[in-house]
């Protein structure tokens, strides 16, 4: 069965750097979503990774994609607080159910 | 209209109480699915319906009983409910739910429900 494995669980960082989120999966697997959550709120979709090598970026996010490794990384460059929230990688799970797999999930917290 | 709605917010029932979850979606979307969500915990799969039919049940205890009138309609059905029960329960809708391409899901902002 498919598992998805984040990290770091936390991660607390300075406004202005950069630093990278880790998501590797455990079977084959033809797409990576990477979701954002608010406390207490929804999850907001940021990223759809369908091929090998794709890249997205939205502001200071940049996502990317490697299927032979099964890994997909989350990029945040010169953090800034609004970025503070917990970031869930997932991937579809087709062997037993289709379905999305969360991640554990990385709280994010970046300081003034 | 991409949204995906939730009705209560807030919910806070005893553990005789039964009560209904509501979610609805107008995209055309075929697949919906219900979300359990403990605090700082990833999303929990819990039913899966596409096509109005039930295709995926996590093993979910019989208190809590998913319902699909129709495709833009998903109810969530609770009854006798533990303590440990409490979460954030999320609805989410997708094209299909059978893992196309360009499958993607949207959530509503969920019900946050207490259980006393």
């Known amino acids: 069965e498919l598992k998805v494995e984040q990290n770091p669980l936390f991660l607390s960082m300075q406004e202005g750097k950069n630093y990278t989120i880790y998501c590797n999966y455990s079977t084959t697997s033809d797409r990576l979503y990477w979701y954002r959550q608010d406390p207490g709120k929804s999850l907001e979709s940021l990223f759809v990774l369908l091929s090998n090598g794709a890249v997205k970026q939205e502001g200071r996010l940049m996502a990317s994609l490697d299927t032979k490794a099964r890994l997909s990384t989350l990029h945040i460059t010169a953090a800034v607080h609004d970025l503070s929230a917990t970031y869930f990688c997932a991937s579809w799970e087709r062997e037993y159910g289709n379905k999305l797999v969360f991640g554990a999930g990385t709280i994010l917290r970046v300081k003034s | 209209d991409t949204e995906v709605t939730q009705t209560p917010k807030h919910l806070v029932m005893g553990m005789t109480n039964k009560k209904s979850l509501k979610c609805e979606q107008h995209m055309g979307h075929r697949a919906m699915y219900w979300y359990k969500q403990k605090a700082k915990k990833p999303p929990e799969l819990m039913f899966v319906?596409?096509?109005?039919?039930?295709?995926i049940n996590e093993s979910v205890p019989s208190r809590f009983s998913p319902e699909c009138p129709n495709s833009s309609l998903l109810n969530l059905h609770l009854h006798a409910l533990q303590p440990e029960d409490s979460a954030l329960y999320l609805c989410?809708?997708?094209?299909?739910?059978?893992?196309?391409?360009?499958?993607?899901?949207?959530f509503g902002s969920g019900t946050q429900l207490s259980v006393l």
């Open positions: 319906y596409s096509y109005e039919k039930l295709s």
């Open positions: 989410a809708s997708s094209q299909e739910g059978k893992g196309a391409t360009n499958e993607k899901l949207f």
